[in-house]
Structure formats: C-alpha cells, structure tokens
C-alpha cells in the first residue's frame, strides 16, 4: 500500500525567508515521489521528481526535495519565498509506475 | 496543458441527472487518470486507463464509470449525479519523463450538482 500524508494543510511564510511543506510517504517498496504545484484555478504542474537516482532533487523555481529513506520523508525546501510562490503543493507517491497517490495538500501563503 | 483538453470545464446539473465528463489527448499516451479534488482530501484516484478498453477502480470509484473507445479519449460519467460528486475533476496522462513516468494534468471540470 502506497499513501502520503503532508503535514500542515496551511503554512505562511514572510517574503525572503525559507519555505519547508513536509512529506512523509508509505510504500511497501522503493517509491517514486513527486512535488506538485497548483496555481488558483490551474491544474497541477510537475515542480520536481525522486526516482532512485540522487536524493537531493532540483527543481523548478529554485525548490528542492531531499530523499530521506530513515525518515521515510520527502520534505520540499526554498531559500528564500516570492510572492509568486503562494500556491498550493501536493506531494504524491508511485511504487509501480503508474498509479500515483497524493496528499491532501499544503496551501503556501507568503506575507509581503 | 500537454496536449490534454477537458470539457466541459465547468457544469451545473441537479441531483440524479447523467453528466458525462470528456478527457482528449492529442499525444497517443497509453495511461489515462481521472481524479477529483476536494478540500481537504487533495486529489483522490477515480479510475484510471492503460489502454483502449482497458479501465480499473481507483480509491474513489463507486457512483463513477468510464469508458475508453480510443487512446485519445477517456470519458467520466456520472450515472446519477448526487451533490457529494461537487468537484473539480482533473484527468491526467503518464508520461515518460527523463526515466521516469509523471503525471500531466488537464485544467480541470469544475462540476456543481444540486
């Protein structure tokens, strides 16, 4: 059984100070995770992938991912906000392939 | 959006009408998804495609039924539609993406049934 749980449905963060949305994934085998962003009234797009290879993931936008296996998390980082930050973010989990389970979300608010 | 068209994108309906949601791509991808999205849940799994006539349930999949005539559409119907099923609805292809596959999303079918 594959499932995500994303800590923090609402988080804010003041412009120019670090952004952390935490992931913590299950998955009975070695998973694929993947942050996604959603702009209001957007569909989701693709901010970055963890596929086994490195697991500090670049991404767009200057974000991050780290691959934790002990801590079985994926936690999404930035240095530093913008305002064109705020968002939502979904982190999601594949162990096959090709079916993909997501979080229930994390809603980025970022104060001037 | 990658070549993936929804519609309509938005309905308004009443309770125990028949709605019917279309997915088109234009890019020949074997793997389709249909998932809705609702406060608090994220996004949830409805049913997915691997190919023509070729469907299975997701998390989510009761009072939902799709079919699959070909690779390029992939419709969502709503027998009996009740306000439970108010909702954004979003299809998606897999795709290969540097090695791995990854979820593209259309822009979404914002349906109101009341």
């Known amino acids: 059984a594959q499932s995500v749980t994303q800590l923090g449905s609402h988080v804010s963060v003041s412009e120019g100070a670090l952004v952390l949305l935490r992931c913590n994934y299950s998955s009975s085998v070695p998973p694929y995770l993947f942050w996604y962003v959603q702009y209001p009234n957007q569909g989701l797009q693709l901010l970055l992938k963890?596929?086994?290879?490195?697991?500090l993931v670049k991404g767009i936008n200057g974000f991050e991912a780290e691959f934790k296996k002990s801590e079985t998390s994926f936690h999404l980082t930035k240095p530093s906000a913008h305002m064109s930050d705020a968002a939502e973010y979904f982190c999601a989990v594949s162990a096959t392939g090709n079916q993909f389970y997501f979080g229930t979300g994390t809603s980025l608010t970022v104060i001037p | 959006d990658a070549g993936i068209t929804q519609s309509p994108r938005h309905k308004v309906t009443e309770t125990g009408t028949p709605v019917t949601l279309r997915c088109h791509q234009t890019?020949?991808?074997?793997?389709m998804y249909w998932y809705r999205q609702d406060p608090g849940h994220g996004l949830r799994l409805i049913h997915y495609?691997?190919?023509?006539?070729?469907?299975d349930k997701g998390e989510v999949s009761d009072g939902y039924s799709v079919s699959r005539s070909k690779t390029e559409d992939f419709l969502l119907t709503l027998e009996s539609a009740t306000s439970s099923q108010t909702s954004v609805y979003f299809c998606?292809?897999?795709?290969?993406?540097?090695?791995?596959?990854?979820?593209?999303f259309g822009a979404g079918s914002r349906l109101t049934v009341l």
């Open positions: 998606a292809i897999s795709r290969d993406f540097s090695g791995a596959n990854v979820l593209t």
């Open positions: 890019e020949n991808h074997r793997y």
């Open positions: 495609s691997y190919g023509v006539k070729d469907t």
């Open positions: 963890y596929t086994s290879a490195a697991t």
